[in-house]
């Protein structure tokens, strides 16, 4: 397992802030697992309300469907650590906000809560941009729970990167 200090997603973070004030871009996120973690780490960036428009934390499926809309249907059926949740949710962010870019995480960080299968340091995270396709992808951290929620950020800063296409 590789740790991730918080100067890491740092400079994630302010190299992913260049590249959408670059584009004329805002970002908006919706997390579950992270807790907020994902937008402190936005906002400790001096000028990010440049282009960060805001988080909803949502960590009760209750406030996954009333703050963003996601299908009580979905929630039973596939659970709040799934594709389809992580979809919906950044389905609400483009109904709720004025964001052009989304990012969802949803995940087990443990110690409990994982199953055989549902695995502690099972991640989902889906990204997009407005009127595009939205991608979601599951994946599979090691360590504690600090360790999970930060490769959890880790990776959701690297997805957009990649989506932006951003040096």
């Known amino acids: 397992m590789q740790q991730v200090s918080e100067q890491a997603l740092r400079d994630l973070a302010e190299q992913l802030g260049e590249c959408m004030t670059g584009k004329g871009l805002k970002l908006a996120s919706a997390e579950s ?3 907020g973690w994902l937008a402190k780490i936005i906002t400790d960036i001096p000028g990010s309300s440049a282009w960060f428009t805001g988080s909803v934390v949502c960590y009760s499926n209750e406030a996954k469907h009333s703050l963003l809309g996601v299908d009580e249907n979905v929630l039973k059926e596939f659970g709040a650590v ?3 949740t992580v979809l919906e949710l950044s389905d609400g962010l483009f109904s709720h906000t004025d964001a052009d870019v989304a990012v969802s995480v949803s995940g087990i ?3 409990g ?3 055989e299968d549902k695995p502690v340091g099972l991640v989902w ?3 997009g941009k407005r009127g595009k396709s939205v991608h979601a992808r ?3 951290f090691d360590g504690d729970r600090e360790d999970v929620r930060k490769q959890s950020i880790k990776q959701a800063l690297n997805c957009l990167l990649d989506l932006l ?3």
């Open 125 to 127: 995270l889906s990204w």
């Open 138 to 140: 599951s994946f599979h």
């Open 82 to 84: 799934s594709g389809e």
């Open 165 to 167: 296409v951003c040096d």
């Open 33 to 35: 697992c992270t807790g």
């Open 109 to 111: 960080a443990g110690p």
């Open 113 to 115: 809560g994982g199953s």
